[in-house]
């Protein structure tokens, strides 16, 4: 990965690596498009990639979301590279696919969102045509290639890379360990198989050539929901587990149950206290029976007309985007 200094002090980005191991060997194979057919933006809107990829690569690459909290990050996870398939496999995470960047490695107790290694990240051409004169979208791909370096380590992750689909069909172990072995050479004027090795771990941290969503490896949704929904306001958070509204009530009204469990065990254990003779007298345990048995009794009705307000609000909120998406179909096909 070979980076040099101009007279503006700005870098000059380079390829990371130079052999393209998905390229036919003259054996009469049609190459196989490095980009998809169509893409979707923001507003859902599907597009042509056609000749001009720039687009569609702000929309692939997109890590915004995560850089306007970056600050946040350290409480999300743990500074450094991912840890390999197998691991995750190991933490019995189900392995899920997502073609978001900004839902790559992001994790729950019982699954970890992994996106595709695409297949033209694995052409040099692309990288030195599209990705070298943008160093925004360099940086994004860069952190993103180095994270399949850390997640491919050994060839059971190759494996199941493979089988899930993460990797184009034709990328070989071999392949792969010459992708792996020249992205993580040291920059030198004329980078050979000989040159000196560097960890990912220096690799990231220049920020120059790495995006910073990078210098973390996966990312808690439950900790990424919070900071959306407290920190910016955002009531669906990062990513909502709910689908449906019967989904986001049930959800909330598990943990109401399991409130309403524990202070139904202090109730009876309060009344038993208060059948003997030494608490019987108490007026500090009379005054904090009161006092939890009136919250007893408010608290759920408050929780209640809270998820329901909460509820009210999702549905004005759906309802006033669905209005407004349909306004702006109208008067692009009026032509307005």
Known sequence: MTMTLVTSNEPVLETPFWTDTLSPKEDGRIPVPLLPATYRNK???VHI??????????NDLDVARLNRIHKWLWLVGLPGSPRPLHYQILKKRAIVLTEQMDLHLVWSPSRILIKPLPRYLLSPQFWQTNLCPHPSLYRIA???LLSWVALIEKESDFKLAMLNGFLPDDMTWSGWLVVAGEVMLKPTPFRTRLSEHRTIGVIIDNKEIVNNRFLYGELR????????RFGLGQLRGYLSSCTTYASFVQENVNSLIALFAYATIVLSAMQVGLGTSYLADSEVFDTASSVFTLFSIFAPLAAIVGILLVLAVFILFNLFHMIKKQ???RLQRDGV
């Not at 949704?221 to 959306?228: A, D, M, P």
């Open 221 to 228: 949704v439950g900790r990424l929901n919070w900071i959306y």
């Open 142 to 144: 860069l952190g993103f």
């Open 327 to 329: 306004t702006r179909r």
């Open 49 to 58: 990639v056609g000749s001009d990829p720039y687009h569609f690569l702000e």
């Open 43 to 45: 507003e859902h809107e």
